[in-house]
């Protein structure tokens, strides 16, 4: 089974930065789409930004202008620069992988533990 370690995660003042990483398994055959997401407290879990394996990214339109997302795929790891931080990006951010593990299995999405962002005013 694929594991994602995230890291980075805390708490910050409002208008501040921080930087979140998420290592896969060096087992990992061929990673496609990689992607954050988040979940605030009585919320459903929204996009924040994937990244594709030819380096295209899409944002949720909350985060555009803010926030930065990239991958160094020799290290399986995929990263969020968040900057210019607000109260609402308050939530439980999970990274995202999409895997093959072998050349003969199945791609499947596989989840990190989820790490705690807290902006305060």
């Known amino acids: 089974q694929v594991q994602l370690v995230e890291s980075g995660g805390g708490l910050v003042q409002s208008g501040g930065s921080l930087r979140l990483s998420c290592a896969a398994s060096?087992?990992?055959?061929?990673?496609?789409?990689m992607g954050w997401y988040r979940q605030a407290l009585g919320n459903q879990r929204e996009l924040v930004a994937i990244?594709?394996?030819?380096?295209?990214?899409d944002y949720g339109d909350s985060v555009k202008g803010r926030f930065t997302i990239s991958r160094d795929n020799a290290k399986n790891t995929v990263y969020l620069q968040m900057n210019s931080l607000k109260p609402e990006d308050t939530a439980v951010y999970y990274c995202?992988?999409?895997?093959?593990?072998?050349?003969?299995?199945?791609?499947?999405?596989?989840w990190g533990q989820g790490t705690q962002v807290t902006v305060s005013s």
């Open positions: 995202a992988v999409n895997a093959l593990i072998d050349i003969g299995g199945t791609w499947r999405t596989y």
């Open positions: 990244i594709r394996s030819g380096g295209n990214t």
């Open positions: 060096r087992s990992i055959f061929s990673i496609n789409v």
